[in-house]
């Protein structure tokens, strides 16, 4: 694995790029990397994709267990047109504590880069600024609030839209979870002084586990991440933006109804990853069972009607290779008219990773999976995201021991370019 240059066995993916398997084709990665000294450390845990104003495409890739301190770092990597090319210097906040953690979330909206960093609890707001390097500018710290007692859980997500942010905080309420509004106005990001939360509080609810926002709604996963606990209660929750004021309000609960899967499941995790496109809303389920009762895990697709006005159950996408406890739905991106879809744990925790595509018809089917020459407790899979040139994206942060590693699969390219 080259920490700088395309992946070391890039002449074996020119012969070997495609398989076969279960008669669903399997790609291999066109281009592997690793973080330097300063970003290594589950590298890969997050990754999103950037730009600039200058149509500057490229993606930030996060490594927030940097060795020694902790730090955590964020590194970018800029589309040069035949590969890509890391910048030259890390991102990451000054004067940073030990074991800070930051780059364990990230997000993005137009030339803004949004991460967080889980010790203590922050959220960081970039500016993207013009030219081939992607430089990433701080321009604001923010302190989410910490509510009630503090649980175990480390994690914070962060979602945005143009001038709206959220930001997860999952320890709060002993792990019940609770998530913060922010809005830019005046030249800075204030806190609109809402906080959401599950009003059960029920412990280990995971509120704010999946988060994603588009122009006018909020949706929130609460999985419930340890069902012997309390009651599950598994849901995708909807929130429309305020028309005039700051405050959010609840819309309705996504759950399991309409969807051909059992129902009463005790332990789905529906809402443990998110994402949302156009008229395309994606959860994922990680451990939602088929109907023979195994673990295969699942990602529910709603479809925005805009005559009711409401997300309506589209399809529940199963893991195509019903393999159990792989995580399939850990992580989730859609471009509207397909997903990918991370199994962090399948295949002995190498993991794997696959592309849904919507036909003409509406319907949606398994295109492609995807996996890394590369093996041992990878967890390949456990983030992943469509770049702005369409190539996938997929992070690796058990690489190397738990170095880590990104992964990039360049669509259809393999194919038109005859590596098949």
């Known amino acids: 694995m080259s920490n700088n240059h395309p992946h070391l066995l890039w002449i074996a993916l020119c012969a070997h790029g495609m398989a076969i398997a279960g008669g669903l084709p399997t790609q291999f990665e066109r281009f592997g990397y690793t ?35 902790g730090f955590g770092a964020v590194d970018r990597w800029f589309d040069t047109g035949t590969g890509w090319q890391r910048a030259s210097v890390v991102t990451r906040p000054p004067m940073a504590p030990n074991g800070h953690h930051f780059g364990g979330s990230l997000a993005s909206f137009g030339t803004r880069l949004f991460g967080t960093a889980d010790n ?10 013009p030219g081939n390097q992607l430089e990433a500018t701080l321009t604001q710290t923010l302190q989410p609030q910490l509510l009630g007692t503090a649980g175990l859980s480390t994690g914070l997500n962060i ?12 320890r709060n309420y ?10 830019f106005s005046a030249g800075q990001w204030t806190s609109t002084g809402q906080v959401l939360t599950d009003s059960r509080q029920f412990r280990s609810a995971g509120f ?5 926002m588009t122009e006018d709604r909020l949706f929130i996963g609460v999985p419930q991440l340890d069902p012997q606990a309390t009651p599950p209660g598994v849901e995708v929750r909807e929130y429309r933006r305020p028309v005039s004021g700051n405050q959010w309000s609840f819309v309705t609960s996504h759950d399991l109804s309409g969807f051909a899967v059992p129902q009463n499941q005790p332990d789905p995790r529906l809402g443990y990853s998110i994402a949302v496109h156009g008229n395309t809303l994606v959860a994922g389920a990680p451990q939602l069972a088929d109907a023979n009762g195994d673990a295969v895990g699942a990602v529910l697709v709603w479809r925005y009607d ?5 997300w309506l159950p589209e399809a529940a996408l199963f893991n195509p290779d019903m393999q159990v406890d792989s995580q399939f ?3 989730v991106a859609t471009n509207g008219d397909q997903i990918l879809v991370g199994a962090p744990t399948s295949n002995a925790l190498d993991g794997r990773a696959y592309r849904f595509q919507r036909d003409n018809g509406g319907q949606w089917q398994a295109k492609i999976r995807l996996s890394s020459l590369a093996i041992g407790l990878h ?12 190539s996938h994206l997929v992070g690796a942060p058990g690489y190397g021991g738990g170095d880590g590693a990104l992964y990039v699969f360049e669509g259809d390219r393999l194919l038109q370019d005859g590596f098949e």
């Open 35 to 69: 973080g330097t000294s300063q970003s290594t450390g589950s590298y890969g845990s997050a990754v999103v994709a950037i730009g600039d104003s200058m149509g500057n495409q490229g993606m930030a890739v996060g490594g927030p267990m940097t060795p020694v301190s």
């Open 120 to 129: 203590p609890p922050t959220a960081y707001v970039f500016d993207i600024q």
């Open 159 to 170: 979602g945005s839209f143009a001038d709206y942010l959220a930001v997860s905080v999952l």
């Open 174 to 183: 002993q792990d019940s979870g609770s998530v913060e509004l922010f809005r």
């Open 208 to 212: 704010g586990q999946g988060l994603a």
């Open 306 to 310: 805009a005559n009711q006005d409401s």
């Open 329 to 331: 739905g850990a992580a």
């Open 379 to 390: 967890r390949f899979g456990q983030s992943v995201a469509f770049a702005d040139d369409g």
